[in-house]
Structure formats: C-alpha cells, structure tokens
C-alpha cells in the first residue's frame, strides 16, 4: 500500500509538472525595446500600451492557432533610453534572460541597430519603428518595418509644403545628433533639394540637451525659409519653437517625425502654431478606422493622449505576427519571416501587406497610409492621408 500511494504521488507531481510546461508552451512571450524616459517617453509607453492592447483582444478571440493548438501572447517591455547601449542591454534581456523569439516593438535608430546583430544572429523575428533604411534588405531578413519611415513620408509631406508656399527656396535643419538623425538627413536633403530648396544650415543637438536657446539663436541667424527639425521628438521640438518665436522666426515649421501635438502645443503654445507634421494622425476624426478610433480613447484615458502612428505600429505589428504564424503554422521566426511578404492581413488601418523591395530591395516595409497633418489654433488637423500605389495594387 505505501509503494502504491508513493507511485500516485509521484504520478500527481509528474502530471502537475507536464501540465505546467504544456501551460508555458502555449504562451508566445513578445518584446517591446523603446525609450519610456526621457524627451521620448510618450512614443515608448503608448507603444507598451497598443502591444499590450492588442494582446489582449487577440487573446480573448483564442489566440495564436498552429496546428490545432491554441497560443496566447504576452508583452514584456523595457526602456532603451534611445541610446545603443541601452538597446543593446534591453536585447541581451529580452533574448537572453526572457527568451522571446519576437519583438513587436522597437524604436531609435541607435538602439534597434544595437539589438539587430543578436536578434538576427539568434533568429528573433523583429518588427521595429526606426527609421535607418539600412536597417532593411536581404542582408537583414528577419527585420521588418511596422510605421512609415522617410523614405514613405518626405517626399509626399515636402512637396504639399512646397505646393502652400511655393516661394520658398532655402531650409535650415536641425537634428538629433545620433543614428536616427544622421540616417534621416541625407535623404530629407535630397528630396528638398529635388523640390528646388536649398539646404543652407545642418546643425545637432544631443537628446539630452535641455537647454535650446544657442542652436535656435544659430537657426534663427541663417535666415532660411523652413525651418526642418528632422527627427526631434514633439517635446524638444517645442521648446525650439517657443525660442525661435522669442526670436522672431518666421519660417515655415516642419517637424517630419512629429507624433503628439498635443505634447508640443502644450510646451510651445502658440509658436508652435502652423507646423507640419509628417508622422501624426486624427484617430479621433472621420478619416480614422474605427478600430482606431476606439484605440485612440483608450490610449487617452490610459496613457493621457491621443494615439500616434508610432505607438499604433505595435498593435499592428501584433496583428502581422499573429498573421504570420498563423500563414506559417509554424513558431520559427524564419518560416513566419519568409511567410509574411506573402500574405495580406488586417491592422488598426484595414487590410495590408509587406511590401518596399523596390525601395529597400526586400518586402519587409509595411504598406500603410502616409499622413498629413498641421497644428491649427492648438489643434490637430489632419490634411491628407494617402494609401500607397503598391497596396491598392496588392488589394485588387
């Protein structure tokens, strides 16, 4: 009798133990690498937010299904500060220690080139938001691209500028002195000049700056007709604004990357007035999904603004990794890397598909709306959103 009770013992330890590691296998464990300190804070947590979103009503649908098992998804996230090292730390986490196999969520040039060598290296399927092109191609396979980047957004932002004040001639820059901005200049200097405006001043600043007056004073002294603050976030860009209007600027403003302008209009005031913006949204107005419209309260009331097409990258990025393995049947990132460029899926946007290889030589960039917006009396306003030629062309 006691052998039989000790045999049923260990037979409940064993089947307590087998069902603990079957429960841990049906759980896809997802990263997020992005700045939630710092100037950059807002993109980093609605990120958090949207993923975590996102998971939570795929999973409350039943999940990820690969071979007939059912798979739910769960989101660690952590700061990368916008910076390599701490990217690099954040990656060595997130592989190493967590042992994801998907990031849904990565943003910063610096930090995403820091983390892509280890995720490549240890097959981690990546969907991330910076803007280095060469972050891209078939040298990077298991990369792909979930928001617009320059080479989807300048193009059409600076020639509806161009078309609203086509005297201008002449365009200052100012940038974040890191990857992002040096890999985002060369090609908004190319663009402008294709328009006929020449470049007359480039000038950095490090993220960690807080004090503007100096680089807005040297802005100011060049006299340009645009004033194109690159990739610096809403909350510096700002405070450049509110300098240059203490200065008496009257330059056309850009800020290419702006996501919040309710961030900057609340540090600028009225100087931030008129700017432009290339990587903003009304997700509360007509043109937004419903979907979207619905993320946008709940970003609102659980992050204390309006959604961005930034933080709105890793719910869709949710979405295509469901997609893709779903497509794949299959939880290796290579077979649901070469899976995806294949299929056409839903997002927050409606239904859409990886494409760019004829710009990036790969179908690894997300085919999603550009929009554009501008500040009007302290509000957003959306201009124009425009679906690209390659979708419309895949959906038909």
Do not use: C
């Amino acid at each position: 009798m006691h052998y039989v009770k000790r045999f049923a013992a260990l037979a409940v330890v064993a089947m307590t133990s087998a069902l603990s590691a079957a429960q841990a296998q049906e759980v896809i464990k997802v990263g997020i690498s992005a700045p939630m300190s710092g100037a950059a804070a807002n993109w980093g947590l609605g990120m958090d937010w949207a993923a975590k979103a996102a998971a939570s009503e795929i999973n409350a649908a039943g999940g990820v299904t690969v071979g007939g098992k059912k798979y739910k998804f769960e989101v660690i996230s952590y700061d990368n500060k916008y910076n390599a090292a701490d990217g690099i730390k954040v990656a060595q986490t997130l592989i190493s220690r967590d042992k994801v196999r998907y990031i849904v969520g990565a943003i910063g040039t610096a930090p995403v080139l820091a983390m892509q060598p280890l995720a490549e290296r240890t097959g981690v399927l990546m969907f991330q938001s910076a803007w280095g092109k060469s972050l891209k191609g078939e040298s990077h396979p298991l990369t792909f691209t979930t928001s617009n980047s320059p080479y989807e957004i300048l193009r059409p932002l600076y020639s509806h500028i161009k078309a609203q004040h086509p005297g201008i001639k002449t365009v200052a820059f100012l940038n974040p002195n890191d990857a992002t901005g040096k890999e985002m200049l060369p090609e908004a200097k190319a663009v402008w000049e294709s328009l006929g405006v020449k470049v007359i001043s480039e000038n950095w600043y490090e993220r960690s700056t807080t004090q503007f007056q100096p680089v807005a004073a040297k802005l100011a002294a060049a006299k340009p007709d645009i004033i194109d603050l690159g990739v610096t976030p809403p909350a510096d860009a700002g405070v450049v604004f509110k300098e240059l209007a203490v200065l008496g600027t009257s330059a056309v403003k850009v800020v290419p990357v702006a996501t919040n302008a309710e961030q900057m209009v609340q540090i600028g005031g009225k100087a931030v007035d008129d700017v432009y913006m290339g990587f903003s949204g009304d997700y509360s107005g007509k043109l937004a999904s419903a979907k979207q419209r619905t993320l946008n309260q709940g970003m609102e009331k659980s992050v204390g603004e309006a959604l961005n097409p930034l933080q709105l990258s890793s719910y869709d990025g949710m979405y295509a990794l469901k997609a893709g393995i779903e497509a794949a049947q299959s939880l290796d990132s290579k077979d649901v890397a070469k899976a995806l460029p294949k299929i056409i899926f839903d997002t927050s946007y409606g239904k859409t598909a990886f494409g760019g290889a004829a710009t990036y030589g790969t179908a690894q960039q997300l085919l999603i709306p550009v929009i554009l917006t501008q500040i009007k009396g302290g509000k957003l306003v959306e201009l124009a959103r425009t679906v690209p030629d390659e979708l419309k062309q895949r959906l038909r």
